[in-house]
């Protein structure tokens, strides 16, 4: 008994062992008082009163039943560094995509205006109906006005249609391409907090280092 109260104190002096756990091994093999003995006779001092032992199992048993603490956060700054610097490339691209989308609005534009085709159409008409105009035939002079005139209001209407089709249609293109920017930066937006988050945890671990630790960059913190 003497011998396993012995090497339990050993182990507890040299903080091999918990004194809870030493202590309640010592109570399994009937030796808690010569553990006790030991334990003093090793710190050479009367740590621990052996009247009171009977408090101290209780005590170690409910500090063993106690969950363990829960251990300090492991942060991989290079880990973090990493993901930043990959969320600023894609940042960065996303960027880029809106300086695209927005030339692309920019280019927009219609390709029909109303008028120069009724005014080429009137031009030809008048020149047609002066030549028989000149040749006295004067019927044929009123007709091609009446059908140049025709020519120009018809030519206009339907100048005046496409434009409005075009018209609609770039303002659907317009809206979409809106839209795509209007999430793209959405998306940088989540990006900038993500990256904010990230580098508040560097600094936080940054801090939270003793002041005379050298930090790699190649271990977690």
Known sequence: ????????????????????????????????????????SLAGESRYDARQLDELIQEARTSLLAPPPPSAPVINIQGLREDITGMDKKRRDLADSIHTLENRIAALHTTVVPGINSAMWGAVGLMMAMIVFLLDWFSAFLILLAASFLMIVMTYLMDSEKLKQELTAIQQKKTRVLGEIKEIKSQIEELDHQILEKQEQIDLALHSLPPDTTYSESQPV
């Open 1 to 40: 008994m003497k011998s396993a109260a012995f090497n339990l104190a050993f182990k507890v002096h040299r903080n091999e062992i918990p004194f809870a756990e030493g202590l309640l091994k010592s109570v399994e093999a009937e030796a808690q008082h010569d553990f006790i003995e030991a334990l003093n």
